[in-house]
Nanobody
Framework: QEQLVESGGGLVQAGGSLRLSCTASVRTFVGNAMGWFRRAPGKEREFIASIDWSGSRRLDGDSVKGRFTISRDNAMNTVHLQMNSLKPEDTAVYYC?????????????????WGPGTQVTVSS
């Protein structure tokens, strides 16, 4: 049974926007920080953003600063990734993940559960 499920991926033109969502089980979500990562073809998995349990502290990856925003809705056990000004190099499979800590982190090794991913394709 999946405990993290991403949605909202798709095909978009360069300069466009998409909003990804990730819904988790209560047991997975409550009290834990969440993160978004991506993997482009032939590349390593890359940190995109992380948000702490309270939603007050966020970390952003260098490649998406100023364009992507992570947020969370604790009442709905959901974390979002708003992606604006998309570029072809943003094309990748996007994953949400949870770490068993309330604190945000860019350390991929500390994330213990992962969703199956959602494909984002940006055309030029």
């Amino acid at each position: 049974q999946e405990q993290l499920v991403e949605s909202g991926g798709g095909l978009v033109q360069a300069g466009g926007s998409l909003r990804l969502s990730c819904t988790a089980s209560v047991r997975t979500f409550v009290g834990n920080a969440m993160g978004w990562f991506r993997r482009a073809p032939g590349k390593e998995r890359e940190f995109i953003a992380s948000i702490d349990w309270s939603g007050s502290r966020r970390l952003d990856g260098d490649s998406v600063k100023g364009r992507f925003t992570i947020s969370r809705d604790n009442a709905m056990n959901t974390v979002h990734l708003q992606m604006n000004s998309l570029k072809p190099e943003d094309t990748a499979v996007y994953y949400c993940a949870v770490r068993h800590s309330p604190y945000a982190s860019d350390d991929i090794q500390t994330y213990v559960q992962w969703g199956p991913g959602t494909q984002v394709t940006v055309s030029s």
